[in-house]
């Protein structure tokens, strides 16, 4: 079956605008996790959904970041008024339940912030 | 897309032992190397990382060894907590690409 997917693959957006970022987990996977990678470094936690669970938050860097899950299938990840300091990899996962099962990542989306 | 899945070994302790994590990596132009813990219903967390070109990092409570020539990458944790109960995985960076190595689940017996 199908992995992963996520889209755009690329986005280049101007400083202040918003972008929203899709994520298709593969069917049958309840767990969902967004995360950043700025080049070089590591990867950083954003969100953490888990079926009907509130999700995890913890991980949002500001109030300017959010995500939202449909059931158990696509996640949207929306970054409004955009920063430069936002440019990175933004990686999706999936999970058939939570910590302690296989992650499948997808693709991830590069964002750059002009 | 590609996707990457992770077997996940396990391994059993006792309170206050030392825990050795294993993990393989792939690609040897790869210059930076991270380690991560999650816990059951968390996203995973920074542990600690490491650069090419060392071969060993201490951290609070853990270690971090890199052997290069066999491709291998250690994590120590010493007097293994039953809060280090978690699932950790290795992850390699090269050139912005992230991959991951196997995780491990880590359960830690009082």
């Known amino acids: 079956g199908a992995g992963v997917s996520q889209s755009p693959s690329n986005k280049v957006t101007e400083k202040g605008k918003d972008v929203e970022l899709r994520c298709d987990p593969i069917?049958?996977?309840?767990?969902l996790y967004w995360y950043r990678q700025r080049l070089g470094q590591g990867l950083e936690f954003l969100i953490y959904f888990q079926g009907n669970s509130a999700p995890d938050k913890s991980g949002l860097p500001s109030d300017r970041f959010s995500a939202e899950r449909t059931g158990e299938s696509v996640s949207t990840l929306t970054i409004q008024r955009t920063q430069q300091e936002d440019s990175a990899v933004y990686l999706c996962a999936s999970s058939r339940s939570g910590v302690g099962n296989e992650q499948y990542f997808g693709p991830g989306t590069r964002l750059t912030v002009t | 897309g590609e996707s990457v899945g992770l077997h996940l070994p396990t391994l059993s302790v006792q309170e206050g032992d030392n825990s050795i994590i294993n993990c393989a990596y792939s690609?040897?132009?790869?210059?930076?190397f991270i380690w991560y813990k999650q816990e059951s219903g968390k996203g995973p967390q920074f542990i600690i990382d490491i650069r090419s070109n060392m071969d060993k990092r201490q951290g609070q409570r853990v270690t971090v060894l890199l052997n290069k020539t066999v491709k291998h990458l250690s994590l120590q944790i010493a007097a293994t907590q039953p809060g280090d109960s978690a699932v950790y995985f290795c992850a390699e960076i090269d050139y912005g690409k992230l991959t991951f190595g196997q995780g491990t689940i880590l359960t830690v017996h009082p």
């Open positions: 069917s049958g996977h309840t767990a």
């Open positions: 690609n040897s132009a790869s210059d930076y």
